[in-house]
């Protein structure tokens, strides 16, 4: 059951309706129940799978409160890691086995297990394993509740495609009295439509020129490929952020607060920054749990660079089981590394332009040279293989400029992709300092029900729909 399915369209507004109407000790059981009926839409067979990590999390929780041992810990988190291999990597560890061997002489091929990997399993693993390090740690109390603890880990508006919840801030959300609130009410959907908004219109559009060009990139100009790979920059972002919007809005409008996973990353000034706009929610699980245990920069310079290639690489291989994603990883992290290490350098340099460190000229170098930098990565991304992405990357430095072959988008579709850009490139210049979905409510009736149909009357007028559309198809959602 997707965000913007016809189910989904009946499912929420049946459990919201009775999440509201029902007395206080019967809405958190409500929702788990409803939250594990959307799981089930998803995929069937793997409940019983959700119902391990609750079980196993939950009382390993309950286990190193009464004990802080070290030996609970690691067999609950190895347990976790081996249950995301066998599910996500065991077919990718065996083709690079049998590539060593074949390298070796050595004759042997890789068998293809038929393991399908389970809708949210990298999202709900990642978030039982942050609780229970909390635990360890003494920052949270172990949830006593199993009710409770299965709908912080099953709540699900998150469990499919995050943002990656922790206990300490969503728990006490679960327990507190949550009437229905008619601005957070139409505040939330306001931010879903958004959403809609953004994956129809903007995000599946892009995708048609994406496919086409990286399908075939031996076929087109080094324009053609420079756009498609700029195409994706704004794609995944679309994609992922309506996503997010979405998942954001419908639990606000039910009176629940989730973690941001975007704060406009486009607008970084370097890499670094880059990522901590980016999939918030991720990044700081992976800095909290993984780069500060490693030692983070306490271990001097060698170690920190070291601590964020691992991260970074590690980062990749969560998002897919390829060397493309490796790649993409590693690349993140090596520019995180070139970028401090060419610090003091960069800023001799832009001392003797005269620039000033905050000027408009300077923000506005640094914020393209990024995006640049960044677009090279999101290649290996989308590639199929490390082929692909070499035939992409290489194309951009050869052969013709333009090819007279069509990229999957009309002029038609090409301008109304454009107007969405500027629109969402408007959108988030206004976010830069105000709450504009607050700012929403505040407007007059008149101008609310205008933003709210032009919103609606867009999705539906110039939604990309047509033969061959998959509504499931979130590129973090459904694909990892």
Same mark, same amino acid.
């Given at each position: 059951? %997707?965000?913007?399915?016809?189910?989904?369209?009946?499912?929420?507004?049946?459990?919201?309706?009775?999440?509201?109407?029902?007395?206080?000790?019967?809405?958190?059981?409500?929702?788990?129940?409803?939250?594990?009926?959307?799981?089930?839409?998803?995929?069937?067979? @793997?409940?019983?799978?959700?119902?391990?990590?609750?079980?196993?999390?939950?009382?390993?929780?309950?286990?190193?409160?009464?004990?802080?041992?070290?030996?609970?810990?690691?067999?609950?988190?190895?347990?976790?890691?081996?249950?995301?291999?066998?599910?996500?990597?065991?077919?990718?560890?065996?083709?690079?086995?049998?590539?060593?061997?074949?390298?070796?002489?050595?004759?042997?091929?890789?068998?293809?297990? *038929?393991?399908?990997? &389970?809708?949210?399993?990298?999202?709900?693993?990642?978030?039982?394993?942050?609780?229970?390090?909390?635990?360890?740690? /003494?920052?949270?109390?172990?949830?006593? $509740?199993?009710?409770?603890?299965?709908?912080?880990? $099953?709540?699900? &508006?998150?469990?499919?495609?995050? &943002?990656?919840?922790?206990?300490?801030?969503?728990? =006490?959300?679960?327990? #507190?009295?949550?009437?229905?609130?008619?601005?957070?009410? #139409?505040? /939330?959907?306001?931010?879903?439509?958004?959403?809609?908004?953004?994956?129809?219109?903007?995000?599946?559009?892009?995708?048609?020129?994406?496919?086409?060009?990286?399908?075939?990139?031996e076929s087109y100009g080094s324009v053609q490929l420079i756009g498609?790979?700029?195409?994706?920059?704004?794609?995944? @972002?679309?994609?992922?952020?309506?996503? *997010?919007?979405?998942?954001?809005?419908?639990?606000?409008?039910?009176?629940?607060?989730?973690?941001? %996973?975007?704060?406009? =990353?486009?607008?970084?000034?370097?890499?670094?920054?880059?990522?901590?706009?980016?999939h918030m929610s991720l990044t700081s699980w992976f800095r909290d749990?993984?780069?500060?245990?490693?030692?983070? $920069?306490?271990?001097?310079?060698?170690?920190?660079?070291?601590?964020?290639?691992?991260?970074?690489?590690?980062?990749?291989?969560?998002?897919?089981?390829?060397?493309?994603?490796? +790649?993409?990883?590693?690349?993140?992290?090596?520019?995180? +590394?070139?970028?401090?290490?060419?610090? &003091?350098?960069?800023?001799?340099?832009?001392?003797?332009?005269?620039?000033?460190?905050?000027?408009?000229?300077?923000?506005?170098?640094?914020?393209?040279?990024?995006?640049?930098?960044?677009? +090279? *990565?999101?290649?290996?991304?989308?590639?199929?293989?490390?082929?692909?992405?070499?035939?992409?990357?290489?194309?951009?430095?050869?052969?013709?400029?333009?090819?007279?072959?069509?990229?999957?988008?009309? #002029?038609?579709?090409?301008?109304?992709?454009?107007?969405?850009?500027?629109?969402?490139?408007?959108?988030?210049?206004?976010?830069?300092?105000?709450?504009?979905?607050?700012?929403?409510?505040?407007? =007059?009736?008149? +101008?609310?029900?205008?933003?709210?149909?032009?919103?609606?009357?867009?999705?539906?007028?110039?939604?990309?729909?047509?033969?061959?559309?998959?509504?499931?198809?979130?590129?973090? /959602?459904?694909?990892?």
């Open positions: 059951m %997707n965000f913007l399915s016809l189910p989904f369209l009946c499912f929420f507004p049946v459990t919201a309706l009775l999440y509201f109407l029902l007395p206080r000790r019967l809405k958190n059981g409500w929702l788990l129940l409803a939250s594990w009926f959307f799981y089930l839409c998803a995929q069937p067979v @793997y409940l019983s799978l959700l119902l391990f990590v609750i079980l196993t999390s939950y009382g390993a929780g309950l286990a190193l409160e009464r004990r802080r041992s070290k030996g609970m810990l690691a067999l609950f988190l190895v347990g976790a890691i081996i249950l995301l291999f066998l599910f996500k990597y065991v077919n990718f560890a065996l083709s690079l086995a049998a590539q060593a061997l074949n390298g070796l002489g050595i004759a042997w091929q890789a068998p293809a297990l *038929t393991l399908v990997l &389970p809708v949210g399993l990298s999202f709900y693993l990642f978030q039982a394993m942050g609780y229970v390090l909390d635990v360890w740690r /003494g920052k949270v109390r172990a949830q006593r $509740s199993f009710l409770i603890h299965a709908l912080f880990l $099953s709540f699900f &508006p998150q469990v499919v495609s995050g &943002p990656i919840g922790r206990a300490d801030e969503l728990v =006490p959300q679960f327990l #507190r009295p949550n009437p229905f609130d008619y601005d957070r009410f #139409r505040r /939330g959907l306001i931010r879903f439509l958004w959403g809609a908004f953004l994956k129809v219109v903007l995000a599946d559009r892009l995708a048609v020129l994406v496919n086409t060009v990286f399908g075939a990139p498609a790979a700029v195409a994706f920059a704004f794609q995944i @972002y679309c994609d992922f952020s309506a996503y *997010t919007h979405m998942a954001l809005g419908v639990a606000d409008s039910m009176g629940f607060t989730l973690r941001e %996973n975007f704060r406009m =990353p486009y607008f970084a000034r370097s890499v670094a920054e880059f990522w901590r706009r980016w749990y993984l780069y500060i245990p490693l030692g983070g $920069s306490r271990r001097g310079t060698a170690r920190k660079y070291l601590n964020i290639l691992i991260v970074f690489t590690l980062s990749g291989l969560w998002h897919g089981s390829a060397l493309t994603f490796v +790649v993409w990883g590693l690349l993140n992290g090596l520019y995180q +590394v070139v970028g401090q290490m060419t610090a &003091p350098l960069r800023d001799r340099c832009w001392a003797r332009t005269g620039l000033q460190p905050d000027g408009a000229l300077r923000r506005g170098v640094q914020t393209v040279i990024t995006f640049l930098l960044i677009a +090279v *990565t999101w290649v290996f991304f989308k590639a199929s293989s490390m082929s692909n992405a070499w035939a992409v990357l290489s194309g951009m430095c050869r052969g013709p400029a333009w090819v007279g072959l069509s990229m999957g988008l009309d #002029r038609w579709e090409l301008l109304i992709a454009a107007g969405g850009l500027l629109l969402l490139l408007l959108v988030d210049l206004l976010s830069r300092k105000r709450d504009l979905t607050a700012d929403y409510l505040e407007l =007059p009736r008149p +101008v609310r029900w205008c933003v709210l149909w032009v919103l609606l009357f867009g999705c539906l007028v110039f939604g990309s729909y047509g033969a061959g559309y998959d509504p499931q198809d979130f590129l973090y /959602g459904f694909s990892f």
